[in-house]
Structures are given as C-alpha cells and as structure tokens.
C-alpha cells in the first residue's frame, strides 16, 4: 500500500510508505527508529585486521562504483590517546542530520548537569478557594503529559481551589518558538517536525488513524487527543475497497490553514494506518487541556488566555508545581531515541537560562571550553533537521572524545544507542563484534547517512568515530549498510607487529 501527502499553498507534496515515511529530496522520519535496520551481509577482509591496513579496507567500501558521487567524511581516533587511526577529509563541513544532537546535549549536559529538572509551576492570586488569576508558567519540558497536567489540576483541588476567573498559561519562556524557518516544508506537518514551545504537551503530536470499515463505506478516521482533533477539517473522500484492490490514500494538507483533504482507497483487510502528525497550535492545545483537567476536578473556571508576553506583574503564590524527569533521563530520550521535539527544547532552555546569550551562542561557548575547535561547526537547530547545519567529523570526534574526560561520562555515553540493543541502532549489528560494543549516534536525511560514537574493540583498544556520507541518490538503506559495513571492519583491528627488512 501507498500512501501520499499533497501540501498546496507552497507546493509541496511527498509520498509515505506504511513502514516508515520516505520523502524524496525532503527529510526523512530520521532521527526516529525508523533508521534503524538490519544491515546486509558485511564483506570484510577477515576476521582480524592490522591498523595498516585499515585505510585499504575502508576504502575498498567507499569506492565501490554505487558511491561514486557520494561524498565521504571518516575520523577514526582511539579514545585515550587520540591518536588517528583513519581520517578522510575529516575537517570538512558535512550535513550531518541527527548527529547534531550530539553537540547539544552536550552542552546541555554541561551547562546543567546530569541532576537538572525542568519545573512546570502554578502561580495564583487572590482568595485560594476564589482565585482571581491562576497562572500556568511552562519552561518548556519537552517530556509533559497529560497526566501531568492532571496531577497539577488535582494538587490544586487538594490546596482548597473551587473556582477561579481568569487561567492564563504562559508561553513566552523561551525566545523562539515555532518552526526553525530553515525546516523543509515536507517536514513540519509530522511529528518529527513539531513546533517548539514553552508549553509542550505530549510532545505536540497527535495520531490520526486510518480504517476501512464496510465495503463502499468512507474510511473511518480516529484521533488520539480529541482536543487536538477540533484544530482540523477533515473532507474525507476515501473508499473502502474489496481485498484484492490495491490500496492508496493521498493527503493534502493547506498550510495556510488546518485543513485535511483526504482521497483514496484502502482494501477492507487493510490493517489500520497511523499517521503521527504535529500539533497545529499547541499553546491553544495546552490551554484548552488544562481547563479539561481543572473542569474535570470540579473546579469552575470563568475564563482562559495565552500569554505570548512576559507579564511585569508578581505572579502570586506558587499553588503547584511538577518537574521532569532529571536531565540524564531526558537525554536518552534525545540522543538514543533521536527525538527532535526534546533537542530542540534543550537548545532554547540553553538560551532561556542564560544572560544576554542567544541558545546556539551558549552551545558554541560550552562546547569550545571542552575543546571543540568552534571553527568546525555551524548550527541553525539543536536537532538536525536543518540541511543547513554544517558539521565536521572532526567536531563529533572531538566532542566525544572530550566529554569521555569529563564528570558526566557516563551520562553522556549511557544516553546514546546500543548496537544490536537499543533505541536507533537496536536492529542494526546483530551477531556481530559490534553489539553491544557500540555506543552511537545516528543521522539520516535523504541522501544522507551518519553514525558516530564510541566502539570498543575486543582485545584492541576504545575507539571514537564520526562516518558522514553526504550527496547520495543511494537509498538510506544502502548508506547505513555500507556504514555498518565499515564499522564491522574497525571492530576487526588487532595489534599487529609490521614486519621490518
């Protein structure tokens, strides 16, 4: 089965696939598991390799005639000393996807440290059982919940709130919010592409299913949020078909305003298709679900308001408050699952918590007083999602290396993907000297592959290692292949005595 999206009012249209969303010449649903898979059969030298031979067998992979337009950038260092084991146009800019999220939570990682919490607070004035104003202050926790936002509503009941007349949520904790303007249009109405905000709530994306249901019926559209769902129109044109017809289903989508056209056929046996999509206006879907939640405790409340600006005036009594799980917990949401939404709310916290500097300055300032060359990297975003991002093997190798110096080691490389176990590399790397012996970070945008990290080498020595290939027309699959292939090859190395005359 097909699927299709048209955007008009920009032009845009991309085709998605039930097992993952492929845009051609747009960004992929990288930097989710979906860059996960099972590589093909590696063809290596043999089981054991000498360090001399390293840059043959490498260059055996990246020279084969299916890459010869493709542009390759390798750094490969041992973790302790430094010491170059292979480098191919290593101080080069690449666009390195996902592999940015390295460099941001980093920095975050240094700016705050592993115990950080990002606190959501309820502020109120006037008589607690009759506020006059109950003010919600979001810091942009990108891991908030409903369930969160109940437990806030419930922790206001038990302080003795009955009613209230104005609730106002404030959304102006952070700088910038919205959509990087660098994003590709193709992007934005996924998932992957949400909004960044102060008020996130479960992540700013909502499902919308797709089932057949009789046959000649429409088919039937389910949302996961219902509040979300009233931010759409949907004309519904689809047809449930009989099983041997071939299903496709076309989406347009009008960025000028929430509307959904949706066209096409789905065969009656056709497995329901989720589709996960971003939240039109998440400040307005933070406040209408807090109101639910307060509603929902018995608590009457006369009216509700966004507030884009910070207020001069005192906010009141903090009534309740709930908190993230510490920073170390969050990263692995980022790095090992590649979560977009949560590198971006960690960039601009950066920012928010800073004087006089913007987000991306903050990063540059922490990742150059570890001893990243500043010149070797440019960022637009703290996610990778901007093909204008610019980034160095060297820069990755450099920040992985130095961070192994550093208090918060651990917390960094636990954050990262396991080979063959979990997060983006959980399908990639079985039965072979790799699992488990990789800790790494992934990247991926159409004709463009990424994997850098930490590989200890059994019986050799702890490496550090950033493969870029960038201007590929070779399917991601063939990229992450050969990049596997690769790292099969560095995980054969053995000390080898060079024979003298």
């Known amino acids: 089965m097909q699927n299709r999206i048209v955007s008009w009012g920009y032009s845009v249209c991309f085709f998605v696939s039930l097992l993952g969303i492929q845009v051609p010449g747009q960004g992929i649903l990288a930097n989710t598991v979906e860059e996960s898979l099972v590589s093909k059969e590696f063809r290596g030298f043999s089981e054991s390799l000498c360090p001399s031979d390293l840059k043959t067998a490498i260059e055996t992979v990246i020279n084969r005639p299916e890459f010869k337009r493709s542009r390759w950038g390798i750094l490969i260092q041992t973790l302790d000393s430094g010491e170059m084991l292979y480098s191919l146009d290593a101080e080069k800019y690449f666009i390195p996807a996902s592999s940015v ?47 969160r936002l109940k437990d806030l509503a419930q922790q206001l009941k038990r302080q003795g709130v009955r009613r209230i007349s104005n609730v106002i949520v404030e959304d102006n904790y952070f700088e910038q919010t919205g959509i990087n303007s660098s994003w590709e249009w193709g992007d934005i109405f996924f998932s992957y592409g949400t909004s960044v905000n102060s008020l996130i709530l479960n992540e700013n994306s909502v499902t919308l299913t797709l089932s057949p249901r009789q046959p000649d019926f429409s088919l039937k559209v389910d949302w996961s949020d219902p509040i979300a769902a009233r931010q759409w129109q949907i004309e519904n044109q689809t047809i449930t078909a009989s099983e041997e017809t071939s ?95 949560f590198a971006e709310a960690l960039l601009q916290i950066l920012g928010s918590e800073s004087q006089n500097k913007t987000s991306l300055e903050v990063v540059k300032e922490k990742l150059t007083e570890l001893g990243v060359n500043p010149e070797s990297y440019v960022l637009v975003d703290g996610s990778g999602l901007s093909r204008h991002n610019l980034v160095s093997p060297e820069a990755i190798a450099q920040t992985l290396r130095f961070m192994a110096q550093t208090p918060e080691a651990k917390t960094y490389q636990d954050s990262l993907a396991v080979a063959g176990v979990s997060g983006t590399l959980q399908e990639r790397f079985k039965n072979t000297l790799v699992a488990e012996n990789l800790q790494g970070k992934t990247g991926t945008l159409s004709g ?9 080498v059994p019986g050799y020595r702890r490496l550090v290692f950033s493969i870029m290939v960038n201007q590929s027309d070779r399917p991601a699959s063939d990229l992450r292949a050969a990049i596997d292939e690769i790292i099969v090859l560095i995980s054969q190395l053995k000390s080898c005595q060079e024979k003298r005359l």
Do not use: C, H
């Open 247 to 341: 299903s496709s289903i076309e989406i347009q989508r009008n960025f000028g305003r929430s509307f959904l056209e949706i066209q096409g056929e789905m065969s009656i046996d056709s497995e329901p298709t989720p589709w996960e999509l971003a939240i039109v206006d998440p400040s307005q879907y933070f406040l209408e679900s807090f109101l639910e939640a307060l509603i929902a405790q018995g608590i009457k409340v006369k009216q509700g308001a966004i507030a884009k600006e910070s207020e001069k005036n005192s906010l009141g009594k903090e009534l309740a408050f709930v908190e993230s799980d510490p920073l170390s917990i969050l990263l692995q949401k980022t790095n090992r699952e590649s979560n977009n939404l």
């Open 101 to 147: 999220k390295l460099l941001t939570t980093a920095a975050a990682l240094l700016q705050f440290g592993s115990q950080f919490r990002i606190r959501t607070s309820v502020y109120g004035t006037g008589d607690v059982a009759n506020l006059t104003t109950l003010r919600l202050v979001g810091r942009g926790d990108p891991s908030f919940s409903s369930d």
């Open 448 to 456: 463009n592959s990424a994997l850098s990290g930490y590989l200890t």
